[in-house]
């Protein structure tokens, strides 16, 4: 069967940037689905987007959809017809669905039965259908009419290119009648670009000074930024998604360095970032020390005889974003960090939990009642717990609400306050997503834990849970990054202590009757999610979360204790023997026996097994005080031999009641040493 290329490019205005990747992936994946369905085969295929156009190119395309065949059961033909030989509704409905007469079914086998062969069309005829498919199936949440037209696109469209081979596909598709002519770059090139054949449509358009490969232009932006940078002695941030922005606005980049004047250097430096980058789309440049330089990189969508012009063009356009930047930086620097705290206690944090101003005594408070327990200082911590809201009111955080934090920073600095505590101010937010960085002090963990604790608290206490689709207050990220904090950084804060305290300090503005084991319920929970991410399983975290540490590190060091514990030869046969002695211990009316006297032993091997367990346990509590679990389950698993034996001579249920219950007190001592990590009976 023969095979030919197949390309379509379909022409627009200017396609939204953040979205162009997105829809050109969903146009191939369209396609690809329309091919599938269609039974036609080919070798490869490839996407390209630019600002504007979206093209599919299909490397060796069936021209010929192969021949099918359509076989369908009925009902049984005992169904089919009554005793009189007529055909019942089953079989009268069969043929409706088939769009035959039932004469035309086949009904010589045990089931009624309707083959079809259906001879393949010509992969031309097919082809329309499958592009207007996958482009109306395109996730565009707003689509656009423009003039009197019907069509609806994300934008309009201004041509349509379809080849298969050398022809043209004769259609038109919103509003766009295919033919094989595109457009080159709007100013370089605005005339017609002939694709002379789908194999070529790369090179006739970078003829054009259009690169429609989207890879090939976020390479060249890239290496050349960088060569940039390197002879500007700097090096260049480039974001991800900023180059993949950058990438969708231009048909042929040209990366130029532009510079600003030295004395907006005085600015925090990440205003300055984030206004050059957000606003303008620009690349900012750092010396070897971190330290930005007053240069940043532009890329030009044309090459100019005067690229000078350009520059010019980009420094005056910025100037007046640093300006205000600078302007506000040095107003806001006029009165104290402390004083805007006034401002605050008219902001609403929430209307039932009072201001925002409320909230920083209270994270104040809690932060110092955290620290002296993780380590750090309490008048530290209240401090900045005390200041960790005030850059909210600041003009600066005002017009670039990404500085919130990192404002308040440089401003409690330049107030005089500790290092430590200008860093909570900005560490407070940490981490800010998955894998973010944490706090790098004490002071700045304490106030980050407190900020979150006591959201979790306020918006559990006033019943505002969060569920499936919405968290607005973000309590999920909120528990995480308590959790990430005091594990990662090896913390050993007791949370059901800190919860406490967060509860008494809303004092009558929350339901605190079972709150706090609420938010400890929800902040453990998350724990589950991180575990299955690092491939531990499901058991063994539960059989940590059945004993509720209230120390995240230390939940933490017995996961991984259990973890250890499974790959020992004697982890299955264990985890089983302790589901068993849970189970006939739970059967125990009222209370389980805590003696085991000796005298009621009868068998050598209970007197072997309960040696075993005081050996055990001697040995094992100074490794439980020293929190050495998976040493303490190594030194349990030698228990394996004297328990079996244990269970494969002596009868549990003894008839005479001292000895069974000797035997009940026995079994509960040997759990016990196990409980003193974990529930193992979870594990079998």
């Known amino acids: 069967m023969s095979a030919q290329d197949f390309l379509v490019e379909l022409g627009t205005e200017e396609l939204p940037p953040k979205a162009l990747n997105t829809l050109a992936e969903a146009f191939l994946g369209g396609i690809e689905k329309g091919l599938q369905a269609a039974g036609l085969n080919f070798e490869a295929k490839h996407v390209y987007a630019a600002p504007r156009r979206l093209a599919v190119l299909i490397r060796g395309l069936a ?99 379809m080849l298969l081979g050398d022809q043209v596909i004769d259609c038109t598709i919103l509003a766009q009648k295919a033919g094989r002519d595109s457009r080159g770059h709007r100013f370089h090139h605005p005339q017609s670009v002939r694709i002379t054949s789908p194999a070529n449509y790369l090179a006739d358009l970078r003829a054009a000074y259009v690169l429609a490969d989207a890879n090939e232009r976020r390479e060249l932006i890239s290496k050349r930024t960088e060569e940039l940078a390197r002879l500007q002695e700097g090096t260049a941030i480039v974001p991800a998604d900023l180059l993949d922005e950058v990438t969708a606005l231009v048909e042929w980049p040209v990366p130029l360095v532009c510079s600003f004047e030295e004395r907006f250097l005085e600015v925090p430096q990440e205003a300055l ?13 750092l010396d070897v020390d971190g330290k930005l330089l007053p240069r940043f990189i532009t890329v030009a969508n044309i090459e100019s005889k005067d690229p000078r012009q350009i520059i010019e063009g980009n420094e005056k356009v910025v100037r007046p974003r640093l300006t205000d930047a600078e302007f506000f930086f040095k107003q806001d620097k006029k009165q104290k960090l402390e004083d805007f705290n006034l401002r605050l206690q008219n902001v609403v944090f929430q209307e039932k939990l009072g201001s925002v101003y409320d909230k920083a005594e209270r994270v104040s408070k809690l932060a110092a009642f955290i620290a002296p327990r993780i380590g750090g200082d309490a008048q530290r911590a209240a401090r900045a717990g005390l200041l960790s809201k005030c850059d909210l009111a600041t003009e600066m955080v005002g017009e670039f609400p990404e500085m919130q934090g990192i404002a308040g920073y440089y401003y409690a600095l330049n107030d005089g306050e500790p290092e430590d505590v200008a860093l909570a101010l900005n560490e407070q937010y940490m981490p800010r997503g998955a894998g973010a960085e944490l706090p790098s002090t004490v ?58 305290f967060a509860v008494s300090a809303f004092g009558g503005k929350v339901k605190s009757a079972g709150l706090a084991d609420q938010v400890l319920e929800f902040i453990f929970d998350r724990l589950r999610a991180r575990y299955e991410d690092e491939g531990v399983e499901v058991a063994t975290y539960l059989s940590v979360r059945a004993l509720k540490p209230g120390s995240a590190l230390d939940f933490d060091q017995r996961v991984q204790a259990v973890q250890a514990f499974r790959k020992l030869p004697e982890a299955a046969a264990l985890a089983a023997v302790n589901k068993r002695v849970s189970n006939l211990l739970s059967k125990i009316e009222g209370n389980v026996p805590t003696t085991v006297e000796a005298k009621y032993f009868d068998n050598a091997n209970e007197f072997s097994l309960y040696s075993a367990i005081q050996q055990a346990d001697q040995a094992v509590q100074p490794m439980a005080a020293a929190r050495q679990y998976s040493e303490t389950l190594a030194r349990l698993a030698a228990l394996r031999e004297p328990v079996d034996a244990f269970f494969e001579k002596v009868m549990v249920n003894a008839e005479d009641a001292n000895v069974r219950a000797n035997r009940y007190a026995l079994l509960a001592r040997l759990r016990g040493l196990f409980l003193g990590v974990a529930d193992i009976s979870l594990l079998g």
């Open 63 to 161: 021209t010929q959809q192969p021949d099918r065949s359509i076989n369908l059961d009925g009902p049984p033909r005992q169904a089919a017809f009554n005793a009189e030989g007529n055909p019942t509704q089953a079989a009268l409905g069969f043929a409706k669905k088939c769009g035959v007469d039932l004469s035309e079914i086949d009904q010589s086998g045990p089931k009624l039965r309707y083959s079809q062969s259906i001879k393949g069309k010509p992969t031309a005829s097919l082809l329309p259908t499958i592009v207007e498919d996958s482009l109306n199936d395109l996730p565009i949440p707003k689509r656009m009419r423009w003039a009197a037209r019907k069509e609806e696109f994300v934008r309009p469209t201004q041509w349509l290119v």
């Open 273 to 285: 970032i984030t206004t050059m980058q957000d606003n303008q789309k620009y690349f900012c440049l």
């Open 443 to 500: 002071t700045g963990a304490a106030v980050a834990i407190a900020d979150k604790l006591d959201t979790l608290v306020g918006i559990f206490g006033i019943g505002m849970l969060p569920t499936g689709s919405k968290d607005p207050y973000a309590l999920r990220r909120a528990a995480l990054g308590v959790l990430r904090i005091l594990i990662d950084k090896k913390l050993d804060l007791d949370l059901t202590e800190a919860v406490a």
